[in-house]
């Protein structure tokens, strides 16, 4: 027996401004220069590193981050530091 799912129009206008958000982020990197945190999605994008590296620098300690439900969040400053070689 297969279970039905029934999305509301709620659950597809919140998914548009959510696919919205993300396209502008993608087409206008400079917006993500004014946030003090940033997702693993653009984290990966600004370092030009894959999933697997940001999932290491993670788990050794280099950077540091933030969990919020199912999200990670990583404060620019600290990815800022560790460009510039300050953190561990």
Known sequence: MTAIEVI?????KEF???LIGEI?????PEQNLGKKWLKSQ????LLGIS????????????LRYTRVGSILYYKVEDI???LEGGLK
């Open 80 to 82: 800022n530091l560790l």
């Open 16 to 18: 548009k401004n959510e």
């Open 51 to 62: 999933a697997g590296t940001l999932q290491n620098l993670r788990i050794n300690g280099t």
């Open 8 to 12: 509301t129009k709620e659950d597809l």
């Open 42 to 45: 653009e984290v990966r994008k």
């Open 24 to 28: 502008r982020s993608i087409l206008n």
